[in-house]
């Protein structure tokens, strides 16, 4: 089973700063099956990027991923307001579902 | 408009069954492949199971192998999840959750707003 690590587990921001967000993954992810979720508290989560640098329906571009192998990042190139949540990567392909990591808080400073 | 529903969810004894079912609108159910997928109070995501567009290919997280059973109906366009002898730990909000292709093995586009299980006597 691949483990995702998250860094750091909680990231302190001001609003229009730039926010960088790590995934670490214990084996290649094949053919960059990555993607990542944001989550606000008591809602469920979105679909913000997959394939590693694709976005999703809607999201904004201010929200890019990269990476490939064992090293993945998501960017959020000036926070806005409504930014602040959790962030979850997962990887899938390799096992029906996949695996999550542990998240990153996105939190005001 | 993509739509999950679910419902199910309840406060239930150790040992105890329950079934989660998850009504979807606003797509084609029997096209693509569905989750169900899991947040412990204020932990992380875990995924459970998983199930492709004809009941094909299923996964299950070891953690519930054995346990629980995902099935589908096409015809009624509802995902299921049987859960048997349930344990503390799987107390925790559950998600139903729609892959963007017919099989398990990608990621989740839409999600529903879960329903809540609790495992305690």
């Known amino acids: 089973e691949i483990v995702l690590t998250q860094s750091p587990a909680t990231l302190s921001l001001s609003p229009g700063e730039r926010a960088t967000l790590s995934c670490g993954a214990s084996?290649?992810?094949?053919?960059?099956?990555l993607a990542w979720y944001q989550q606000k508290p008591g809602l469920a989560p979105r679909l913000l990027i997959y394939?590693?640098?694709s976005r999703a329906t809607g999201i904004p571009d201010r929200f890019s991923g990269s990476g490939s192998g064992t090293d993945f990042t998501l960017t959020i190139s000036r926070l806005e307001p409504e930014d602040f949540a959790v962030y979850y990567c997962?990887?899938?392909?390799?096992?029906?579902?996949?695996?999550f990591g542990g998240g990153t808080k996105v939190e005001i400073k | 408009e993509v739509q999950l529903v679910e419902s199910g969810g309840g406060l239930v004894q150790p040992g105890r069954s329950l079934r989660l079912s998850c009504a979807a609108s606003?797509?084609?159910?029997?096209?693509?492949?569905m989750h169900w997928v899991r947040q412990a109070p204020g932990k992380g995501l875990e995924w459970v199971s998983g199930?492709?567009?004809?009941?094909?290919?299923?996964g299950y997280a070891d953690s519930v192998k054995g346990r629980f059973t995902i099935s589908r109906d096409n015809a009624k366009n509802s995902l299921y999840l049987q859960m048997n002898s349930l344990r503390a730990e799987d107390t925790a909000l559950y998600y139903c959750?729609?892959?963007?292709?017919?099989?398990?093995?990608?990621?989740?586009?839409?999600w529903g707003q879960g329903t809540l299980v609790t495992v305690s006597s």
């Open positions: 394939d590693a640098s």
């Open positions: 084996q290649s992810v094949s053919s960059s099956y």
């Open positions: 199930i492709s567009w004809n009941s094909g290919s299923i």
């Open positions: 997962q990887q899938y392909g390799s096992s029906p579902g996949g695996t």
């Open positions: 606003g797509f084609t159910f029997d096209d693509y492949a």
């Open positions: 959750a729609k892959a963007p292709g017919s099989s398990p093995l990608f990621q989740f586009d839409y």
